[in-house]
């Protein structure tokens, strides 16, 4: 059933684990996250980003789709359907197409600028029966055209945003889009700490979920993060599996390269990806 994601985090925050966001980039990627979701009986975010949502043709589409298929596939588990690192317009086209929650990432404007849209936002949402995520701090490296440096949050700044009532945050921790560089310093446990202590029960978010090690995952989660976001470590995986498939020679056999048997390796990697996070993050059974 397709619900904001408030109430899912707040018993995420209180039960001390985290509920994943995996990003869609089409039938085939939402289609298996719901499935591991529904067998799991775990709550689940989609996630997509402004580019994917251009990709599906629009974030109508996007929306009809998931409604349609939560419907089809008999999915009772709490699913989310949110934006990723939404621009202000991008923010409003998600509320007019139907999506349960958005993300406002203003983390690149100044902070005064980022509290008065975001301020905004808080309200049309609560209007709109939506949650909200706000961000402070950028976040590392690349995803879909947004680019960060990955400067870590300023605690105060957090509060500012936190006490708009945003559903919950955003706070860079020293965390990186895509695949994590060898010479990674780790997430600053120090800023997460600070950021928690500032924003009370507010559920923090941490993105760039691929590549972080288990040992630092759960340490986020006892300091505050209810949020989860996975979207490279699922692509990889994809990949993996279709070139494995092709490799071997599998698409040129009978009718093998019909799209369904051609695309199912990636699909079931995918399955396979979001279960070991799901996992990992303490989610399953907590539908």
């Known amino acids: 059933m397709l619900v904001t994601a408030e109430e ?6 209180a039960g001390k684990y985290a509920v994943g966001q995996f990003n869609i980039n089409n039938l085939e990627w939402t289609k298996a996250i719901l499935a591991t979701a529904q ?7 989609l996630g997509v980003s402004e580019g994917a949502g251009k990709y599906m043709t629009g974030f109508g589409t996007v ?9 089809e596939m008999n999915i009772t588990v709490p699913v989310a359907l949110h934006l990723d690192h939404g621009t202000y317009e991008g923010c409003y086209k998600c509320i007019k197409a ?43 490296g690349e995803e879909d055209g947004v680019v960060g440096m990955g400067e870590c949050a300023d605690p105060e700044e957090c509060k500012k945003i936190a006490d708009l009532g ?40 941490l993105h760039g979920g691929t590549g972080i090690p288990a040992d630092m995952i759960k340490k986020a989660i006892s300091l505050g993060v209810s949020k989860i976001n996975v979207n490279t470590e699922c692509q990889l995986s994809f990949a993996a599996a279709t070139r494995e498939y092709i490799e ?8 093998g390269f019909d799209p369904r048997k051609l695309l199912a390796p990636g699909a079931e ?19």
């Open 8 to 13: 899912m985090l707040k018993k995420a925050k």
């Open 39 to 45: 067998e799991l009986q775990s709550p689940v975010i």
């Open 63 to 71: 929306a009809a789709m998931v409604k349609a298929m939560i419907e």
């Open 98 to 140: 139907g999506f349960s929650s958005i993300m406002f990432d203003g983390s690149h404007l100044p902070i005064e600028e980022n509290i008065e849209k975001t301020k905004e936002l808080v309200a049309v949402c609560k209007g709109m029966g939506m949650s909200l995520e706000a961000e402070v701090g950028s976040i590392g």
């Open 166 to 205: 945003v559903t919950m945050l955003a706070a860079g921790i020293g965390n990186i889009h895509g695949v994590y560089p060898a010479n990674w310093k780790g997430l600053s446990f120090e800023t997460l700490a600070a950021v928690s202590e500032k924003v009370g029960d507010m559920p923090l978010v």
């Open 248 to 255: 071997a020679g599998k698409d040129q056999k009978g009718k």
């Open 269 to 287: 990697a995918i399955k396979a990806t979001v279960k070991e996070k799901m996992e990992l993050f303490g989610s399953v059974g907590k539908a």
